[in-house]
């Protein structure tokens, strides 16, 4: 089993920046078996959409409402990946999901319980 945390959201003034942290913890082998760590968000009334994923070995892709206002990393010795949201407008407002994915025979799936990102004057 594996449990991911997330922190750092919060409110922002438009045109500003957060870093969302998310962390990897419980019985898997080492970092390096979670084959995508990446990031998810949800608006009031909308759909999950995908923000940014990094695979093991450091390829990104990165979904398109945030496309060139976004950044993700991971840090295998850590278990974790960063996302740096930049030039935040408020249609960027959401619950913001870490999630992973091992893939060992089978796909197991894991998300975090959100993490809250208000844009706003």
């Known amino acids: 089993q594996m449990e991911l945390a997330e922190s750092g959201g919060g409110l922002v003034q438009p045109g500003g920046s957060l870093r969302l942290s998310c962390t990897a913890s419980?019985?898997?082998?080492?970092?390096?078996?979670?084959?995508?760590m990446g990031w998810y968000r949800q608006a009031p009334g909308k759909e999950r959409e995908e923000v940014a994923r990094?695979?093991?070995?450091?390829?990104?892709f990165y979904g398109g409402s945030l496309r060139g206002r976004v950044d993700i990393s991971r840090e295998n010795s850590k278990n974790t990946v960063d996302l740096i949201l930049n030039n935040l407008q408020a249609e960027d407002t959401a619950v913001y999901y870490c999630?992973?994915?091992?893939?060992?025979?089978?796909?197991?799936?894991?998300w975090g319980q959100g993490t809250q990102v208000t844009v706003s004057s």
């Open positions: 999630y992973a994915l091992v893939i060992a025979g089978t796909k197991d799936e894991y």
């Open positions: 419980g019985s898997f082998a080492d970092s390096n078996s979670i084959n995508i």
């Open positions: 990094i695979t093991s070995h450091g390829s990104k």
